[in-house]
């Protein structure tokens, strides 16, 4: 009998793959019947899929690295093979993402409950609880000592051991509501029990108990060793009795906590059903305009489109061309210094949206002015329509995708750019492969992302277009938009306008590109000065950056020198510019901008205090209006 061929690391892979497959597909059947299961089930079943999860990311970075030359035999259509089991994988990740997703929500839903359940019938089971339990250890008072002896010992260790951890405090808190415990800044507190709400029961230094924000705290990092471990370990065995027998603090039930629990879950770091990166590559074959107009700007807008409406913001990105090739445009030229915003064609795109057909809309313009009337206005150059998900829900595979533009509306079907050169054009092979390569066409490609780049995505919002280089900025934004709606204000409960110059300005940079290029200069500058310790500390980058928005943006915004912003016009563009080159160079000069904002010689607009305060529910507010 001939011995068993080695089977090879792909097939091995493959195997795998539809083993984890059939393990899949057997905790989703059991997660249909989640409505009907305790919260101990449910908890097993998200265990499961955080396991899952991590064994089908250990099959991918094993995938990602196979060579076909790996294979002891050959292996028909390698490569192809090879892609399908990628796109297997990508699957099972977001069917389990999407799992862990809506257990997590159904288990922040239930906290609430229970909580109200718990203070209603308090009250009305507390007399029957201790009547019946008088009655059982009469009855059975050697035994019972016995049993709740243990239970108390191993639900004391189970407690110590999740929660005997002390943290330091970032910030000052004050108490809001009775049990609150309030500290202040560099405060060492013990944590005594985490809850999934966000509000951790701690102790301080005096002994005091109560709720804190999680968001307030970060893990503290000993230095004495092992006499504090001593201590500490003393600390945790009396807290663990008193807070079994003693503590008593109310949950958090009232209104304003959605609020805080809703933000908390907005800035903190998480992923997107959709998250990739996209650069534009070039447009070819594009139409010449009339000469009766001149063009102004070239440019492509691209949005999350579903068939029926869009998804997302419209994000603008303006082309470049020679005149040698006037139909040809072309994205990222090469420049000196920092490359402006508006030319930037590497994009990030995320959405949460579950529609089967969901896509990238682009759509290709011109800005022109009439020579005869000097009219402005702007002409569609055809559009195109970028599936990202194929029949079978598989995320389509990242690589480089040539596109052909369509005429009229996404809602019309059989329109075209240009009908000298049809696609339905009859004739021979050749002459039908002649005329596709006239067509007009963009080319785009997609690319995966790694560990960082999906890092730095899941800090934005779930729902954004935008271009790469800013990523950083809008981080910074988000992180201080927690701040201070998480510890600026004086109560929860307050919808007041909050003081704060850069939430107020920072919309604005996303309408003016040159003052968000301007921004990203002073940064850049800034950031090159700085140590590798303080790059590290996000709280001191923050603070810097602060100082450097206030340097830049604020009296670039209300600087009487520059022009306002006006969409490609050509001289308004090269004013303003202009003169924010003299403005930084000033600052750089002068090291800020307070000299130039004394001197006789600037001169600002006056503005209303209004225009300086955030709104947090200014689009509410404007509804209701």
Same mark, same amino acid.
């Given at each position: 009998?001939? *011995?068993?061929?080695?089977?090879?690391?792909?097939?091995?892979?493959?195997?795998? #793959?539809?083993?984890?497959?059939?393990?899949?597909?057997?905790?989703?059947?059991?997660?249909?019947?989640?409505?009907?299961?305790?919260?101990?089930?449910?908890? +097993?079943?998200?265990?499961?899929?955080?396991?899952?999860?991590?064994?089908?990311?250990?099959? &991918?970075?094993?995938?990602?690295?196979?060579?076909?030359?790996?294979?002891?035999?050959?292996?028909?259509? /390698?490569?192809? &093979?090879?892609?399908?089991?990628?796109?297997?994988?990508?699957?099972?990740?977001?069917?389990?993402?999407?799992?862990?997703?809506?257990?997590?929500?159904?288990?922040? %839903?239930?906290?609430?409950?229970?909580?109200?359940?718990?203070?209603?019938?308090?009250? =009305?089971?507390?007399?029957?609880?201790?009547?019946?339990?008088?009655?059982?250890?009469?009855?059975?008072?050697?035994?019972?000592?016995?049993?709740?002896?243990?239970?108390?010992?191993?639900?004391?260790?189970?407690?110590?051991?999740?929660?005997?951890?002390?943290?330091?405090?970032?910030?000052?808190?004050?108490?809001?509501?009775?049990?609150?415990?309030?500290?202040?800044?560099?405060?060492?507190?013990?944590?005594?029990?985490?809850?999934?709400?966000?509000?951790?029961?701690?102790?301080?230094?005096?002994?005091? &108990?109560?709720?804190?924000?999680?968001? /307030?705290?970060?893990?503290?990092?000993?230095?004495?060793?092992?006499?504090?471990?001593?201590?500490?370990?003393?600390?945790?065995? @009396?807290?663990?009795?008193? %807070?079994?027998?003693? !503590?008593?603090?109310?949950?958090?039930?009232?209104?304003?906590?959605?609020?805080?629990?809703?933000?908390?879950?907005?800035?903190?770091?998480?992923?997107?059903?959709?998250?990739?990166? !996209?650069?534009?590559?070039?447009?070819?074959?594009?139409?010449?305009?009339?000469?009766?107009?001149?063009?102004?700007?070239?440019?492509?807008?691209?949005?999350?489109? @579903?068939?029926?409406?869009?998804?997302?913001?419209?994000?603008?990105?303006?082309?470049?061309?020679?005149?040698?090739?006037?139909?040809?445009?072309?994205?990222?030229?090469?420049?000196?210094?920092?490359?402006?915003?508006?030319?930037?064609?590497?994009?990030?795109?995320?959405?949460?949206?579950?529609? *089967?057909?969901?896509?990238? !809309?682009?759509?290709? $313009?011109?800005? /022109?002015?009439?020579?005869?009337?000097?009219?402005?206005?702007?002409?569609?150059?055809?559009?195109?329509?970028?599936?990202?998900?194929?029949?079978? $829900?598989?995320?389509?595979?990242?690589?480089?995708?040539?596109?052909?533009?369509?005429?009229?509306?996404? /809602?019309?079907? #059989?329109?075209?750019?240009?009908?000298?050169?049809?696609?339905?054009?009859?004739?021979?092979?050749?002459?039908?492969?002649?005329?596709?390569?006239?067509?007009?066409?963009?080319?785009?490609?997609?690319?995966?992302?790694?560990?960082?780049?999906?890092?730095?995505?899941?800090?934005?919002?779930?729902?954004?277009?935008?271009?790469?280089?800013?990523?950083?900025? !809008?981080?910074?934004?988000?992180?201080?938009?927690?701040?201070?709606?998480? &510890?600026?204000?004086?109560?929860?409960?307050?919808?007041?306008?909050?003081?704060?110059?850069?939430?107020? %300005?920072?919309?604005?940079?996303?309408?003016?590109? @040159?003052?968000?290029?301007?921004?990203?200069?002073?940064?850049?500058?800034?950031?090159?000065?700085?140590?590798?310790?303080?790059?590290?500390?996000?709280?001191?980058?923050?603070?810097?950056?602060?100082?450097?928005?206030?340097?830049?943006?604020?009296?670039?915004?209300?600087?009487?020198?520059?022009? *306002?912003?006006?969409? =490609?016009?050509?001289?308004?563009?090269?004013?303003?510019?202009?003169?924010?080159?003299?403005?930084?160079?000033?600052?750089?000069?002068?090291?800020?901008?307070?000299?130039?904002?004394?001197? *006789?010689?600037?001169?600002?607009?006056?503005? +209303?205090?209004?225009?300086?305060?955030?709104?947090?529910? $200014?689009?509410?507010?404007?509804?209701?209006?």
């Amino acid at each position: 009998m001939l *011995p068993r061929w080695p089977r090879g690391p792909l097939p091995c892979l493959q195997h795998r #793959g539809q083993e984890l497959k059939q393990q899949v597909d057997s905790l989703l059947s059991e997660s249909r019947l989640k409505g009907a299961l305790e919260a101990s089930k449910k908890r +097993d079943i998200y265990q499961r899929c955080i396991q899952l999860k991590q064994a089908i990311n250990e099959n &991918k970075n094993t995938l990602q690295k196979l060579k076909k030359a790996d294979e002891p035999t050959p292996v028909g259509n /390698y490569h192809q &093979k090879k892609e399908e089991e990628h796109s297997l994988l990508d699957k099972l990740t977001h069917q389990l993402q999407e799992l862990a997703m809506s257990i997590s929500r159904e288990n922040i %839903t239930e906290i609430g409950e229970l909580t109200e359940r718990e203070e209603d019938d308090d009250s =009305a089971e507390g007399d029957e609880e201790e009547d019946d339990d008088d009655e059982e250890e009469s009855k059975e008072s050697g035994g019972e000592e016995e049993e709740t002896q243990e239970e108390e010992k191993q639900g004391n260790e189970s407690h110590l051991q999740a929660t005997s951890k002390e943290y330091t405090a970032v910030g000052n808190f004050t108490a809001q509501q009775a049990g609150d415990l309030t500290f202040k800044k560099g405060e060492i507190l013990l944590i005594i029990e985490k809850k999934p709400d966000g509000w951790w029961i701690a102790k301080n230094a005096k002994g005091n &108990k109560g709720l804190v924000p999680k968001t /307030y705290l970060e893990p503290y990092h000993k230095e004495d060793g092992q006499e504090s471990s001593e201590e500490g370990s003393e600390e945790n065995v @009396d807290v663990g009795d008193e %807070t079994a027998e003693e !503590l008593e603090v109310k949950q958090r039930t009232g209104s304003h906590w959605s609020a805080v629990r809703k933000a908390l879950s907005e800035i903190r770091s998480r992923p997107s059903h959709v998250s990739l990166i !996209l650069t534009l590559w070039s447009c070819k074959m594009i139409p010449l305009p009339e000469l009766s107009i001149q063009v102004l700007s070239r440019h492509v807008r691209l949005c999350l489109f @579903d068939g029926n409406k869009v998804l997302s913001n419209i994000h603008t990105v303006r082309a470049t061309w020679q005149p040698k090739k006037p139909r040809t445009w072309t994205f990222s030229p090469q420049v000196t210094g920092i490359l402006p915003c508006l030319l930037d064609g590497d994009c990030f795109l995320r959405s949460n949206s579950l529609s *089967p057909d969901l896509g990238i !809309l682009f759509e290709l $313009g011109i800005s /022109y002015i009439r020579n005869s009337t000097g009219e402005r206005g702007e002409l569609s150059c055809g559009w195109v329509f970028l599936k990202l998900f194929d029949a079978s $829900g598989i995320p389509i595979p990242a690589k480089t995708y040539e596109l052909f533009l369509n005429g009229g509306t996404p /809602y019309e079907k #059989g329109v075209e750019v240009d009908r000298s050169v049809s696609r339905r054009a009859h004739g021979s092979v050749f002459h039908q492969m002649m005329m596709m390569r006239r067509q007009p066409q963009l080319l785009v490609k997609l690319r995966s992302l790694n560990r960082r780049s999906r890092n730095i995505l899941s800090l934005l919002p779930e729902i954004l277009i935008g271009s790469m280089c800013c990523i950083h900025l !809008l981080i910074f934004y988000r992180q201080i938009l927690g701040d201070v709606l998480l &510890k600026g204000r004086m109560s929860m409960q307050s919808a007041d306008f909050i003081s704060n110059p850069v939430l107020a %300005t920072f919309p604005k940079l996303l309408e003016q590109p @040159d003052v968000m290029d301007a921004l990203r200069s002073s940064w850049a500058e800034k950031e090159s000065t700085l140590k590798r310790s303080e790059k590290r500390d996000g709280e001191f980058l923050k603070a810097v950056f602060l100082l450097v928005y206030h340097d830049c943006v604020v009296p670039l915004l209300h600087s009487t020198f520059l022009p *306002p912003f006006r969409w =490609a016009e050509e001289e308004t563009e090269a004013a303003r510019w202009k003169v924010i080159a003299d403005f930084l160079k000033q600052n750089q000069e002068n090291k800020g901008a307070l000299q130039a904002l004394l001197s *006789p010689d600037g001169v600002h607009e006056p503005f +209303d205090i209004s225009e300086q305060t955030y709104d947090f529910l $200014g689009e509410i507010r404007k509804k209701a209006a």
